[in-house]
């Protein structure tokens, strides 16, 4: 018997038809309207655009100009500074002259800094920037030397270093170099503005082409986004359904509130945390949560902000109180999510226990309030150690020289009438007065050496070496050394303190070869990984026992006795001292009878490695 269809089923039938033609309707007019809308725009964000580009042109030209009328300006103040600086040396004393001298040391910093931001976008100028503003740091750096001499006098000294200012740091050649670069990227530039013009053109003409087409285009793709939509829309059915499981799954407490804070949605780690039942996870008002979890105005006003003003709530720590009785570390976020329907916002809430970490940071705090404590009592104790041997040094100094000058006196009292034993005990009382002054000198170059400021400069570590070898060799006549020299770099350091480590360096290798019939001292550079100067000083000598290289660069630490090879045991400590100082390092290594190897490193720069090239 067949059944007659119902009529609610009938009407159900029609009806689902005409909802689906009234959508392709619409999607046909909105079509439509945006194939018009394009007609129309196209052309005019087309003529827009090109107009823009005249404009950008005309502001890379302008750009241009400025770039180059600051570098020249940076070049007219260093020199203007200078010639100001001559004519205080001539006698002027105008103090108008003496604020010109003193005005590149101001102007300069600022007008580089400019000129740097003005040319971020090209590399090759950025490089040939920082030339620029190493040369110019360090004509300034010799004309602030040659103010501080002639304020002391010396314009002799001054007028040589204004005389090196112009001789190390040429800066003609840059100042052309950018003036010329900036002068292809205007060339180039206009180009681009040529060929942007021509784009315009073409992009006119394709525009209108692809009018046509769109039309075209509208009236299919549009009945094909009918099906689509509906595809789409079943998609979203189940991508909705999914991301409500993963929600739920998800361990980090989550909870969706409305518009008056209270729970349209929360996951089970949510309902977990604050003790909710499943039963219970909706209308809740959020300050009715946690047992009062939820009730820190603070974070409730900053919640109504991001629901009223659509801000967003970034990792708000807070310490709560769980229904577990355990205070908790939360870090809270908060962001307003708008409903597709309409109606009231609704705000996405989530949680994250961070109780772990707060513990580790606590931890983490305390340990280096003792480690910054324990620093200051190092420090503390450094300054004293060094006042303490600069006071003792001087202080021996006084009865050393009695002791001394009276052993003098008492042998010239008594003249022909002392015996031989008399003689032996002055000669010896002489003998450690003479020791004891050059420990307490040696002592209190260790202790200058700790408190003195660095005075950094470029170094030729080539002509120190030199120095260091020629004083050497005149204090052993007779000897045969073999010398071997690699070519070293200028570097940036204190020209003194670093002569002092070649000394003692240089001086050791022949002292401890001394044994050697033929010795053989080489002197070595490399750059390590990190790109710094690598210096080697390797010898043939009487070496060490590597298990005491320890006690190598200590205060009056010796690994030979003082009858096999004379020294106090001072002069690694203040090599080592030094390339501390320089922030470096430095290490030795050897083997008893074989010969050993002082190694000790020092920081490149930029100024140096300029210095070097312009060497070479």
């Known amino acids: 018997m067949l059944r007659m269809p119902h009529p609610s089923w009938k009407l159900a039938s029609a009806t689902r038809p005409r909802m689906r033609d009234r959508v392709a309707l619409r999607w046909r007019l909105g079509g439509l309207l945006f194939a018009v809308l394009v007609i129309v725009a196209l052309p005019y964000i087309v003529t827009r655009s090109g107009a823009r580009d005249a404009l950008e042109a005309n502001a890379r030209v302008t750009h241009s100009s400025e770039v180059k009328s600051l570098t020249y300006r940076i070049a007219y103040v260093t020199r203007d500074g200078e010639a100001a600086m001559y004519r205080l040396l001539g006698g002027d004393d105008n103090p108008q002259v003496q604020l010109r001298a003193n005005r590149a040391g101001k102007d300069i910093p600022g007008l580089l800094a400019q000129l740097r931001d003005m040319t971020r976008d090209s590399a090759d100028q950025q490089a040939r920037i920082g030339a620029l503003g190493s040369t110019v740091t360090g004509r300034l750096a010799l004309t602030d030397q040659a103010m501080l001499r002639f304020q002391h006098g010396d314009i002799r000294g001054a007028g040589d270093a204004l005389r090196d200012s112009g001789t190390l740091f040429k800066m003609d050649d840059l100042i052309e170099g950018i003036v010329q670069s900036e002068d292809a990227i205007l060339l180039a530039r206009r180009n681009e503005a040529k060929q942007a013009s021509f784009n315009s053109s073409l992009a006119l003409s394709i525009t209108a082409a692809a009018q046509i087409l769109l039309l075209a285009i509208v009236v299919i793709v549009s009945e094909r986004q009918i099906s689509r939509r509906l595809r789409a829309e079943a998609r979203e059915g189940q991508a909705v359904q999914r991301s409500q499981l993963i929600v739920q799954a998800v361990r980090e407490p989550i909870a969706l509130l409305d518009a008056k804070l209270g729970t349209l949605l929360v996951n089970a780690a949510f309902g977990e945390l604050y003790g909710l039942p499943p039963t219970q996870r909706k209308s809740l008002a959020l300050t009715e949560i946690g047992e009062g979890a939820w009730r820190d105005s603070a974070l409730l006003q900053r919640l109504n902000d991001v629901l009223l003003l659509d801000r967003e709530l970034w990792d708000y720590e807070l310490i709560q109180r769980t229904v577990d009785g355990v205070d908790r570390h939360v870090v809270i976020n908060a962001r307003r999510l708008q409903q597709d329907g309409g109606g009231d916002p609704v705000l996405l809430l989530t949680v994250s226990d961070v109780t772990a970490r707060a513990l580790v940071e606590q931890q983490v705090k305390e340990l280096n309030r003792q480690l910054e404590g324990k620093v ?211 290490w030795a290594d050897a083997q008893s009878g074989q010969g050993a190897r002082f190694h000790f490193t020092l920081p490149a720069s930029d100024l140096a490695d300029a210095f070097a090239q312009e060497r070479q």
């Open 376 to 586: 200051a009592q190092v420090s503390d104790v450094n300054r004293e150690l060094e006042a303490f041997s600069y006071s003792v040094s001087h202080d021996l100094r006084a009865p050393l020289r009695h002791i001394a000058g009276f052993a003098s006196k008492l042998d010239q009292h008594l003249g022909e009438q002392a015996d031989e034993k008399t003689r032996h005990y002055i000669e010896v009382i002489s003998d450690a007065a003479r020791r004891m002054a050059l420990l307490i000198e040696d002592l209190l170059v260790f202790s200058r050496l700790g408190r003195g400021a660095l005075r950094l400069q470029p170094v030729d570590m080539q002509s120190l070496v030199e120095e260091a070898r020629v004083l050497a060799e005149s204090e052993v006549h007779g000897r045969r050394i073999q010398w071997s020299m690699a070519p070293l770099p200028i570097v940036i350091g204190d020209e003194n303190m670093l002569r002092t480590v070649w000394q003692n360096l240089l001086g050791n290798a022949v002292k401890y070869t001394g044994k050697c019939e033929v010795a053989r001292i080489h002197v070595d550079m490399h750059r390590s990984g990190n790109g710094d100067y690598e210096f080697v000083v390797s010898d043939n000598g009487a070496g060490f026992d590597m298990q005491y290289a320890g006690k190598l660069f200590g205060v009056f630490q010796r690994l030979h006795r003082a009858s096999e090879f004379p020294g106090n045991g001072i002069g690694l400590a203040n090599v080592r001292r030094i390339v501390l100082r320089h922030g470096g390092k430095v």
